[in-house]
């Protein structure tokens, strides 16, 4: 097999090890050695044969125990004394504790745990310098290491789990949000679909009925009148055969965000299936959300006619605004809806009193409203702003363009009279 490079911790314990050992030899050939075998160069070389295999422990855990354990037999054999260089078999038991499966860990610890206490009794028995107290140090010397081990591979083991888990829950929250989104950019196709056909229509019906009362006048007027009538109805056909596309994508987009919000706990409501709500509808949304629960003071000003598409997506920011103050203001909590219609803006303002932040729990059972929000407000080139609002509580604020959509042939009528 192919020798791994060694990692470099792994390297400095080894050569840690591997100073400490050499130094302990030569302190014993400085003072003397009054039991046991003096070091020469087969101790030496025994020592260094103890420490370098730590260099691979990682790599090769169960490998290394081994080969750590032999040099040391027979040093002790040999009966050289003890050096640092001993402390090489407790980093290996610890390695195969901690990187290989506890299974197969137990029964290589076992294993060397025999073999030590086997050499050991031998030393007992036939030498008077080894202790039988060494039969206790020899095996707690390899239970403690394990022990330590163990408790290491399973703390990565838990760790690597936390990993996963996170990574499939930001998976899921990232699926969750793609889901609502396309699911809002789907709804927001079919109602700008509904609203711009009905304009079309109007359109087409006035330029036709102007072309039967200019019959008589410049011909000229005529043909434009019977240019912007099929003008008219060529769009409205183009736009059907367009929103047969986009129904496909509806349908798969609605369905997953179904799925979402079932598997969140939310239920669909009615006024998710209500047909082209406008702001004439805002109060008894207002009224449905004290309904369930959360107050609302709600104030709608200004008189300035606005188109259907930005009364509806203004509609719709504010049912969402509502939710999410019902799911995340906490009891207690009051919400305050403002709308403003000015002549080229309307405005949009939905505040809470409650905790005002939404925490992570909120996050995962659903909450990516907003982003849906956002769309809605882009689409139409407006501003939307949202966030903790100072003195605690939530607040939703956008502001969405708005013109006089009106066919302005009264009018101008009324200015001929």
């Not at 003072?31 to 691979?56: E, K, M, S």
Request: hydrophobic residues 50%; charged residues 20%; neutral net charge.
């Amino acid at each position: 097999m192919d020798l791994k490079t060694p990692r470099w911790g792994d390297i400095a314990i080894a050569a840690a090890l591997l100073v400490l050992g050499l130094i302990g030899i030569a302190q014993t050939v400085e003072i003397g050695v009054t039991r046991g075998h003096p070091y020469d160069a087969i101790g030496v070389a025994l020592v260094v044969a103890q420490v370098v295999p730590l260099a691979w422990r990682q790599h090769y855990p169960r490998l290394v125990l081994w080969a750590v354990l032999v040099p040391w037999l027979i040093a002790v054999g040999f009966g050289y004394p003890d050096t640092a260089a001993m402390f090489a078999i407790y980093v290996a038991l610890y390695g195969v504790a901690a990187y290989v499966a506890r299974r197969e860990a137990l029964i290589h610890g076992a294993a060397v745990l025999a073999v030590m206490i086997a050499w050991t009794t031998v030393g007992v028995l036939v030498t008077d310098f080894v202790p039988w107290t060494a039969l206790v140090a020899v095996t707690l010397a390899v239970i403690v290491p394990m022990m330590v081990g163990f408790v290491d591979f399973r703390r990565r083991e838990r760790l690597t789990e936390l990993e996963v888990a996170h990574a499939r829950r930001e998976q899921a929250q990232r699926t969750v949000a793609t889901d609502a989104v396309r699911a809002e950019r789907a709804r927001i196709a079919r109602e700008l679909h509904d609203v711009v056909a009905h304009e079309i229509t109007v359109m087409t019906l006035q330029a036709e009925g102007a072309r039967r009362l200019a019959k008589d006048s410049d011909e000229r007027v005529v043909q434009a009148l019977g240019t912007i009538s099929e003008s008219g109805r060529t769009g409205l056909a183009e736009m059907q055969r367009m929103i047969g596309v986009l129904r496909a994508s509806e349908q798969e987009a609605a369905e997953a965000a179904e799925h979402d919000r079932v598997v969140a706990g939310v239920p669909l409501t009615d006024a998710d299936l209500a047909p082209m709500p406008s702001l004439a509808a805002i109060p008894q949304l207002a009224q449905q959300v004290e309904d369930a629960g959360l107050p609302v003071d709600l104030t709608i000003s200004g008189t300035s006619h606005v188109p259907a598409g930005v009364e509806l997506s203004a509609y719709r920011i504010v049912q969402e605004a509502l939710t999410n103050a019902m799911k995340h203001a906490g009891p207690g909590a009051r919400a305050t809806v403002a709308v403003e219609r000015r002549r080229r803006l309307v405005r949009i303002t939905v505040d809470d009193d409650g905790r005002g932040a939404i925490s992570d729990a909120a996050r995962l059972s659903g909450g990516h409203g907003l982003r849906g929000m956002r769309e809605r407000v882009q689409a139409l080139g407006g501003a939307l702003e949202y966030g903790p609002r100072r003195g605690g509580g939530f607040r939703v604020m956008a502001e969405l363009p708005s013109g006089d959509d009106q066919v302005a042939v009264p009018r101008a009528k009324e200015e001929t009279r």
